[in-house]
């Protein structure tokens, strides 16, 4: 076992700026990092310029060697990773699969930051399916990586709840930074010479957080008000929920839930002046608080009606 006062030599295998937190805390603490694994740059924005990952543009600013292979089941790659003795290997929101024969190399197995609590929500979007859903609490686990997704034993959870002004920005700051916390429990138990006990998941109660995409972003106004608010919070900042009134593709960042306008069918548009902005759905109405336009800006709704009003009339 590891002796108090020595580092673990630690692969680290991240993407996005959920990945950060963790990886910062690592270099803090003084372990080893041997490798940052990330995916390689992608072209975004509207040149489509190669951009670096979060973690990649982490990485270089703090002189760690950083790797970005298209797979990892390329047997050069995984001999690459085999010669640097792994005592550990981190992943966090990398978007690779990790074969086998990784996860068996560390002598401490693979350990995952997972922003759910699993069994629940396992799979690609848990943050967004959390809020979609009505969650009331959320939180983040660290697990024993499997071949299957997101199966593993668990060794530590942290657990937060899910508040009605929360969306899934927020949210995902919070449980990044959960995550970090999660994570130093779990190594300073073992720097103490203790493994953290693994706990086997129940599969009963497993969900699938399905990827997002643009068409879910879609307001179906015969929805209900309740279920609308959460999807709102839910894909805010991306994809950002959106619908189409009088011709204009509008995006809607925040909202609220107000009681059902007498009269009213779903879909219909209510407007005083440029103080408010009421839609109708299949039982009460939602107040849009902020909104966007095809091409513009975001805008609090009363500037958004004062300079496009017009538009939805």
Known sequence: MIASNSSLRILFAGTP???LPPLKALLDRGEEVGAVLTQPDRRAGRGKQLRASPVKQFACEHG???LQPATLADADVQQTLAALEPDLMIVVAYGLMVPDQLLALPRLGCW???ASLLPRWR??????RAIEAGDKHTGVCIMQMETSLDTGPLFHRLET???LADNAGTLHDRLAEM???ALQYCLDLVHRGELPAPRA???SGAVYAR???KADAELDWNQPAELLARQIRAFNPWPVSWCDINNQRLRIWRAEVIDHIPGSVPRQVFMDGVQSLKISTIDQAIQVLEIQRAGGRRMAVAEFLNAHGNLLL
Request: aromatic fraction near 4%.
């Open 17 to 19: 700026e959920f990945a």
């Open 64 to 66: 760690l060697d950083v």
């Open 112 to 114: 995952n930051i997972h």
């Open 123 to 128: 799979g690609a979007a848990p943050i967004q």
């Open 161 to 163: 709840p899910i508040a």
């Open 179 to 181: 995550g970090s916390k």
């Open 201 to 203: 998941q129940e599969d």
């Open 211 to 213: 990827k997002l995409s």
